[in-house]
T-cell receptor, first 111, second 115 residues
Framework: GQQLNQSPQSMFIQEGEDVSMNCTSS?????WLWYKQDPGEGPVLLIA?????ELTSNGRLTAQFGITRKDSFLNISASIPSDVGIYFC???????????FGTGTRLTVIP | NAGVMQNPRHLVRRRGQEARLRCSPM?????VYWYRQLPEEGLKFMVY????????ESGMPKERFSAEFPKEGPSILRIQQVVRGDSAAYFC?????????????FGPGTRLTVT
């Protein structure tokens, strides 16, 4: 299957700091999605990207679809305690029916 | 609008028993996907179904696992003769159209524990 490398694996930050995480793939993707998963819950879609170079914001979250179509990043500005959770990137390859998920970035926000 | 619903949320089975996991997609969604998540890992695709049809089961183990999405009622993921390695969280997602990539919504998952 497709390999999605997500980094960093975990982050410990102070409340109010900005956060940046990224995802790289071994193949060209035509869609990048970012999800957040809270303990014991399913992933919740945060941002969807459909075009190379696209930059999209959702409140304090900003994500970009890399020009090479093999990477994406997610930024969170002015982090708050409720940002705690695991963030997953996911992508779709042309012709595939499913999403491929990264290994996740576990975010801890220290008040 | 109710989201994707899954039940049970937690399921404990002894080795050799059968597990049935149910998923009701969001209203108006006719495409259902099942994923499995092992601890500390990302989600791995298992199967993609539309009403009454299995479209892609390339991620499903060849034995003991089956899935259906009948004309009426929820989608069912069935695991026969469960083994300890089947212990995982199983998530269902739905979308109003396929293939995925746009607006794929996940349920809360079923945590299966095999003892």
């Amino acid at each position: 299957g497709q390999q999605l490398n997500q980094s960093p694996q975990s982050m410990f930050i102070q409340e109010g700091e900005d956060v940046s995480m990224n995802c790289t793939s071994s193949s060209i993707f035509n869609t990048w999605l970012w999800y957040k998963q809270d303990p014991g819950e399913g992933p919740v879609l945060l941002i969807a990207l459909y075009k190379a170079g696209e930059l999209t914001s959702n409140g304090r979250l900003t994500a970009q679809f890399g020009i090479t179509r093999k990477d994406s990043f997610l930024n969170i500005s002015a982090s708050i305690p409720s940002d705690v959770g695991i963030y997953f990137c996911a992508g779709q390859v042309t012709g595939a029916n499913n999403l491929f998920f990264g290994t996740g970035t576990r975010l801890t926000v220290i008040p | 609008n109710a989201g994707v619903m899954q039940n049970p949320r937690h399921l404990v089975r002894r080795r050799g028993q059968e597990a049935r996991l149910r998923c009701s997609p969001m209203k108006g969604h006719s495409h259902v996907y099942w994923y499995r998540q092992l601890p500390e890992e990302g989600l791995k695709f298992m199967v993609y179904l539309q009403k009454e049809n299995i479209i892609d089961e390339s991620g499903m183990p060849k034995e003991r696992f089956s899935a259906e999405f009948p004309k009426e009622g929820p989608s069912i993921l069935r695991i026969q003769q469960v083994v300890r390695g089947d212990s995982a969280a199983y998530f269902c997602a739905s979308s109003p159209w396929g293939p995925p990539g746009k607006e794929q919504y996940f349920g809360p998952g079923t945590r299966l524990t095999v003892t």
